[in-house]
Nanobody, 125 residues
């Protein structure tokens, strides 16, 4: 399984970003998928999860600004973050595991064996 993220780059404070994750070798619809990010000098943290059922979940740290969604026809997972802050600057990763529905451990990076290479997002004024 391979995951490829895209859509990163430089974005303005207060703006929005939309990242994409396209897997090869499996379908988004049949897997628990997640977005993580790692800011410079900080640990990897979860941003949101998306189950094969379409149910999503988000940690409190993103403050309701993140939305994970999927296009089954395009076999692509998306992440949208609104009202961007400087602390959203990070490398964003797409991850997947073999569960259909994301479990209680889905904010833990160790629950995901499949990862993309990441895409850098830099928020500036």
């Amino acid at each position: 399984e391979r995951l490829v993220e895209s859509g990163g780059g430089s974005v303005h404070l207060g703006g929005s970003l939309k990242l994409s994750c396209t897997p090869s070798g499996f379908t988004v619809k049949n897997h628990c998928m997640a977005w993580f990010r790692q800011a410079p000098g900080k640990d990897l943290e979860a941003v949101g999860t998306h189950s094969g059922t379409g149910i999503t979940s988000y940690p409190h740290s993103v403050g309701g600004r993140a939305t994970a969604s999927a296009d089954w026809g395009q076999n692509t997972l998306y992440l949208t973050i609104d009202s961007l802050k400087s602390e959203d600057t990070a490398k964003y990763y797409c991850a997947a595991n073999d569960d259909y529905e994301c479990g209680l451990d889905s904010f833990d990076s160790s629950a995901f064996p499949y990862w993309g290479q990441g895409t850098q997002v830099t928020v500036s004024s």
